[in-house]
């Protein structure tokens, strides 16, 4: 078996392609859990994509310009997904679309794929 490789193979904003192993790279507290988060790096103005373990008690919040999708790799037998105060249930191979403005929150434990369009900005997390 080969090698496994650290994170990010540096690729540069130049090339047609980059390649991360999101099990290697580090896991970052935050609202709703703990997130893996790839292509982060300085001159991606496209989207970044988040490996995020859900808690069961993740806290309302929004974005003002970051549009978000939530792909649902695993979940929990009553996981949902709360939507401007509404209760959805999701199930493995749902995707959600998340508009700047939208309070959301993920209820129940689960494992999902997020992408941000544009890329992750901490600055663009907002409660109320």
Known sequence: MAARRRSTRKTGSNNPFEIVDVDTLPGTPCPCGVSRRAFLQPGNTVASAH???????AKAHYHKRQTEIYYFLEC???AQMELN????PVK??????IRPG????AVG?????NVVVPPFDKRDEWFD
């Open 51 to 57: 490996r995020v373990d859900i808690a069961v008690d």
């Open 76 to 78: 929990g037998p009553d």
């Open 85 to 88: 105060g509404e209760l959805y």
């Open 92 to 97: 493995p191979g749902l995707a959600v679309m």
């Open 102 to 105: 939208t309070r959301h929150r």
């Open 109 to 113: 434990k689960m494992k999902i794929l």
